[in-house]
């Protein structure tokens, strides 16, 4: 079975209907060629179960398809998979990142309370990142976090919003391609030299050519007018 | 005294930026170091190799500190650098 995700071409067969059912958006059947055979047996399945202490098989194949998708994402198709709440307004990518925890997507459910069809879920946990012709784009993925919310589809990124919480709302721009150690702290774990490498590339890539905020928020839907006023000015 | 080589170093904006790789980095340091021109002095000296007393030495001349200041200041650089794993 074919699968489109951030426009890369997957060939993968899932064992379990879990996986199927999961990524059952991203199905392709056009006419691009495979960019990659996703290959792997029940035992690959199982020693990533083993590694991160899963209890079901069909979950376990799941985080193993994921952990290939973006590794190959990462390896050779210049981007990343980056763990944030992200959501379009009026086709305008914006990229909310902090820890878990620590409100991502409770702030962008205040966006859809305030701005409703302007503001379109791309992906709330996972989203893809990906640099094409010096342009940063967002795309959804199939893991939509706890709230399943995103869609298949991809939007050019304009701001990345650091999420702090505060008991006043403000958001603050950072000079344009100061290092944002913050941001470059929520990639993926930087397994060999190589990898590394390329994350800090896009990451250097990103923090050079996007707008970076700090966004102070208070934990009420006030945060994402005082947000939304200074990224797209005032109603 | 020598760094490992298990880091990347890239410039990105004012600071020079050390990322410890590994599969098993992640369950021992979670954390990228970002060093300023004074610690990147330091850094540099590390990784062309250098003994305690030169290096001290060349960093209090350096920056015109007062010797036991200078050894403070590059053992707790050195102590960042041990806990990212790439100093021993």
């Known amino acids: 079975m074919l699968y489109k995700i951030a426009d890369v071409v997957f060939d993968i067969n899932p064992i379990f209907d879990y996986s199927k059912r999961l990524m059952k958006e991203y199905e392709y059947s056009g006419n691009l060629s495979v960019d990659y055979i996703v290959e792997y047996t029940l035992k690959d399945v199982e020693k990533t179960k083993s590694d991160f202490e899963l209890k079901d098989d069909d979950y376990a194949e799941n985080i193993h398809i994921f952990k290939l998708i973006s590794q190959y994402i990462t390896e050779f198709k210049d981007g990343l998979l980056y763990h944030s709440s992200s959501f379009s307004y009026k086709g305008q990518g914006v990229l909310i990142v902090a820890d878990s925890g620590m409100g991502k997507s409770t702030h962008s459910s205040f966006w859809r309370r305030l701005y409703g069809d302007d503001v379109v879920m791309i992906n709330d946990d996972k989203p893809f990142l990906r640099r094409i012709d010096g342009k940063f784009y967002i795309y959804g993925s199939p893991w939509q976090g706890k709230h399943n919310l995103g869609a298949n589809i991809r939007c050019e990124l304009k701001a990345v919003c650091l999420l702090q919480r505060s008991n006043e709302n403000s958001l603050e721009k950072l000079e344009k391609g100061e290092f944002v150690s913050d941001f470059l702290n929520h990639s993926l774990r930087m397994s060999t030299p190589e990898v590394a490498l390329k994350i800090l590339d896009f990451c250097q890539g990103i923090m050079e050519n996007v707008d970076f905020y700090i966004l102070n928020a208070k934990y009420d839907v006030s945060s994402a007018k005082v947000c939304h006023d200074t990224l797209f000015g005032e109603l | ?88």
Not at chain 2, 69 to 84: C, G, I, P, R, Y
């Open chain 2, 1 to 88: 005294m020598k760094l490992q080589n298990k880091y990347v170093s890239r410039k990105i904006g004012k600071k020079y930026i050390v990322v410890p790789v590994g599969n098993d980095v992640e369950k021992r340091f979670n954390g990228i170091i970002s060093l300023n021109e004074t610690g990147y002095f330091i850094f540099k000296k590390l990784e062309k190799g250098v003994e305690m007393d030169e290096l001290v030495g060349d960093f209090a001349k350096e920056y015109e500190l007062d010797t036991p200041f200078a050894l403070s200041e590059v053992q707790t650089f050195l102590n960042k650098l041990k806990d990212a794993n790439i100093y021993d």
